[in-house]
């Protein structure tokens, strides 16, 4: 029972360490990965200089947002090749945008509890149904 109980002390130790060592390890911002045609890109901190933000109001919040078409040209990604784009959340939420609602859509970069994340927005999207928060990953087909 002994051996039992010091096996199960020395386990919850160390999957507490790995928590804490997790939990500091995490970056400020772990970037934007993009999947396309088999090859995966990620979109780093320092690459978001590259990109042109730009005021955009969507209801009555103003936003510095980034169109899909631009973090395209990072990566030399032809928008004329693309289908559709899926668009995954931290949490896992996902959802598809075809090619004819591209231009509709945007990239807002905001700072919630101090770490960068990117929303998708689609402004003229009535209640705001597919806006998604904490967006992680592009899966580009």
Do not use: C
């Amino acid at each position: 029972m002994k051996k039992i109980l010091t096996i199960l002390l020395v386990l919850i130790v160390m999957l507490a360490a790995l928590l804490v060592i997790r939990h500091f390890t995490r970056a400020e911002f772990s970037g934007l990965k993009i999947t396309y045609m088999g090859r995966e890109f990620f979109l780093q901190k320092e690459q978001l200089v590259e990109l042109s933000f730009k005021e955009l109001w969507a209801g009555n919040e103003k936003f510095q947002a980034v169109a899909i078409e631009k973090i395209f040209e990072i990566f030399s990604i032809k928008p004329a090749k693309v289908r559709s784009i899926t668009f995954i959340s931290n949490d896992g939420g996902a959802l598809v945008l075809k090619k004819s609602e591209l231009n509709k859509a945007f990239l807002a970069l905001e700072e919630q509890m101090n770490k960068l994340q990117f929303r998708l927005i689609i402004p003229n999207d009535e209640f705001r149904q597919r806006w998604l928060k904490r967006v992680v990953e592009l899966q580009v087909r």
